[in-house]
């Protein structure tokens, strides 16, 4: 059973880079069908999808924030980050990492969740 | 503003059903599947609903789904107390290349 875990700062300043890890077990972001996912929530805020990457393609990347986001993978670790440049207080939220499947062909899974805060 | 609308709240009292709605759009749900989650306060959002109307094992039988059209509805029935909660539609837009949340559903057990 795949699991996931994100890992990272807590604490960010603005107008630095947002760095977040989500491991994974129980996987491997290396196989076909899946996608690999980056989904934020402000407290209090509804949902909020990042961008994702699927092995063997292009990231697609939330409109809104492409100009700042960069979602790569570490094969050899079996984990994927997420990069946001240039953060306000606006970025602050909670962030999960996400496994989808191609074809809706079996339920998502989710991490736990990891809060990072915005914050001079 | 979320591209799929749901309504803001709901309620209940223990025993009842209840229906949540989503309306969406020929990009996101008319074209592809529909998902629900649920998240209670302060924890990660749980896949609810998969693929339209499929349950994830472990989610009660009291849980169900539809999709129609562009719209999507998720039916609670014999609600507890433990079913207070938000609910999120989801699904992923053909025309955003992006996935889409609804604004999310409070759920009150009265």
Redesign the interface.
């Known amino acids: 059973q795949v699991q996931l875990q994100e890992s990272g700062p807590g604490l960010v300043t603005p107008s630095e880079t947002l760095s977040l890890t989500c491991i994974v077990s129980g996987g491997s972001i290396s196989s076909s069908g899946y996608y690999w996912n980056w989904i934020r929530q402000p407290a209090g805020k509804g949902l909020e999808w990042i961008g994702r990457f699927y092995s063997g393609g292009n990231p697609d990347y939330n409109s809104s924030l492409k100009s700042r986001v960069t979602i790569s993978a570490d094969t050899s670790n079996n984990q994927f980050s997420l990069k946001l440049r240039s953060v306000t207080a606006a970025d602050t939220a909670v962030y999960y990492c996400a496994r989808a499947c191609s074809g809706a062909t079996c339920a998502p899974t989710w991490g736990q969740g990891t809060l990072v805060t915005v914050s001079s | 503003q979320?591209v799929m609308t749901q309504p803001p709240s709901a309620s209940g009292t223990p025993g009842q059903g209840v229906t949540i709605s989503c309306s969406g759009g020929s990009s996101n749900i008319g074209a592809?599947?529909a998902?629900w989650?649920q998240q209670i306060p302060g924890?990660?959002?749980?896949?609810l609903m998969?693929?339209?109307n499929?349950r994830?094992s472990g989610v009660p039988v009291r849980f169900s789904a539809s999709k129609s059209g562009t719209s999507a509805s998720l039916v609670i029935s014999g609600l507890r107390s433990q079913d207070e909660a938000d609910y999120?539609c989801?699904a992923w837009d053909d025309t955003?290349?992006?996935?889409?949340?609804?604004?999310?559903t409070r759920l009150t057990v009265l």
């Open positions: 979320s592809n599947s998902y989650y924890t990660a959002p749980k896949v998969y693929r339209n499929q994830p999120f989801a955003l290349r992006a996935w889409v949340f609804g604004g999310g």
